[in-house]
T-cell receptor, first 114, second 111 residues
Framework: DGGITQSPKYLFRKEGQNVTLSCEQN?????MYWYRQDPGQGLRLIYY???????QKGDIAEGYSVSREKKESFPLTVTSAQKNPTAFYLC?????????????FGDGTRLSIL | GQQLNQSPQSMFIQEGEDVSMNCTSS?????WLWYKQDPGEGPVLLIA?????ELTSNGRLTAQFGITRKDSFLNISASIPSDVGIYFC???????????FGKGITLSVRP
């Protein structure tokens, strides 16, 4: 099936540890996005990438890093510099070039601090 | 920065009732999107609106893109228990640009 796969579903981080969240899509979408969701809040953009080997900071990039070495993959690393990492992380992708191409989301990864 | 306002934070309705949700902004958007999120899952796109004044339906859902381009509404008719979830609006200012999300409305449906 075509879609966006996020893994793992649940992730636990120890203090001072970096962790990496996986996002893979087989939709041949050019653009990929990472959002953070906190209870009662909308989605806030962390990083996005419009094309392979290029990415831009979103609204809350501090304490996070990404890479885009392959079109289908956009992993997010939550570094030890992110002091409040507990949240639900959502990855999205979309086709670019042309109009009317909405973002579609994966099922998320819930990150908790041990 | 840009903000989208959705209120109230929660809505409670009886099964079979219709419900309407608004999304407003002080900024103009060129695209309005409505998503539904179930607990522990990612948002699913319900309706996308691309033209001011556009009225679009998807089954029991109807959404409109406001003429001023600063608002949108979503109507759900004849609600059923599986309509329970969080409904987000999102706006986009230009082709392939970033989305701005509202904080969502949690809908509860009493059987």
């Amino acid at each position: 099936d075509g879609g966006i796969t996020q893994s793992p579903k649940y992730l636990f981080r120890k203090e001072g540890q970096n962790v990496t969240l996986s996002c893979e899509q087989n939709l041949n979408h050019d653009a990929m996005y990472w959002y953070r969701q906190d209870p009662g809040q909308g989605l806030r953009l962390i990083y996005y990438s419009q094309i392979v080997n290029d990415f831009q900071k979103g609204d809350i990039a501090e304490g996070y890093s990404v890479s885009r070495e392959k079109k289908e993959s956009f992993p997010l690393t939550v570094t030890s510099a992110q002091k409040n990492p507990t949240a639900f992380y959502l990855c999205a992708s979309r086709r670019t070039g042309g109009n009317n191409q909405p973002q579609h989301f994966g099922d998320g990864t819930r990150l908790s601090i041990l | 920065g840009q903000q989208l306002n959705q209120s109230p934070q929660s809505m409670f309705i009886q099964e079979g009732e219709d419900v309407s949700m608004n999304c407003t902004s002080s900024s103009i958007f060129n695209t309005w999107l409505w998503y539904k999120q179930d607990p522990g899952e990612g948002p699913v796109l319900l309706i996308a609106l691309y033209k001011a004044g556009e009225l679009t339906s998807n089954g029991r859902l109807t959404a409109q893109f406001g003429i001023t381009r600063k608002d949108s509404f979503l109507n759900i008719s004849a609600s059923i228990p599986s309509d329970v979830g969080i409904y987000f609006c999102a706006g986009e200012t230009g082709a392939n640009s970033k989305l701005t999300f509202g904080k969502g409305i949690t809908l509860s449906v009493r059987p």
